[in-house]
């Protein structure tokens, strides 16, 4: 796959979850290296208490790059992305900013969270 010289291109999947649990509307960003991206998600209900970001590279396994709590705060990072960070940016919404682009970071980003469900027996061996 070739890109244009000097810029990263960031895919987003729009996610959908358990009745509408999370959604993401963009589906891509693309930006030059060393400027900033926004990628937002809304929690639309049924998540347990943190949204967790995640990167997902061609042929590579899914690596989480931080998590934050529904009420917002500091978001928890993984090692090795310290040009990202998350907040809540209004009720509900939560954003993904990552800094000082990369060719590196070409990826598709995703947000996720814990559902809760009334099933409590749907576990049972």
């Not at 959908?16 to 509307?25: C, E, G, K, R, S």
């Not at 954003?95 to 995703?110: C, G, M, P, V």
Request: proline letters at 2%; glycine letters at 4%.
């Amino acid at each position: 796959m070739a890109f244009a010289s000097g810029k990263v291109v960031l895919l987003l999947l729009p996610v959908v979850m358990a009745a509408d649990t999370l959604l993401q509307n963009t589906l891509s960003v693309t930006k030059r290296e060393g400027k900033t991206a926004v990628i937002t998600c809304e929690h639309k209900g049924g998540c347990r208490e943190y949204i967790h970001w995640y990167q997902k590279k061609e042929k590579e396994a899914f690596k989480r790059i931080l998590y934050m709590a529904l009420s917002g705060g500091t978001p928890i990072k993984d090692k090795d992305f310290e040009d990202f960070t998350a907040e809540l940016k209004e009720t509900k919404t939560f954003s993904l900013t990552i800094f000082n682009l990369q060719t590196s970071y070409h990826a598709t980003y995703y947000c996720a969270c814990w559902v809760s469900h009334s099933n409590r027996n749907a576990l049972d061996c």
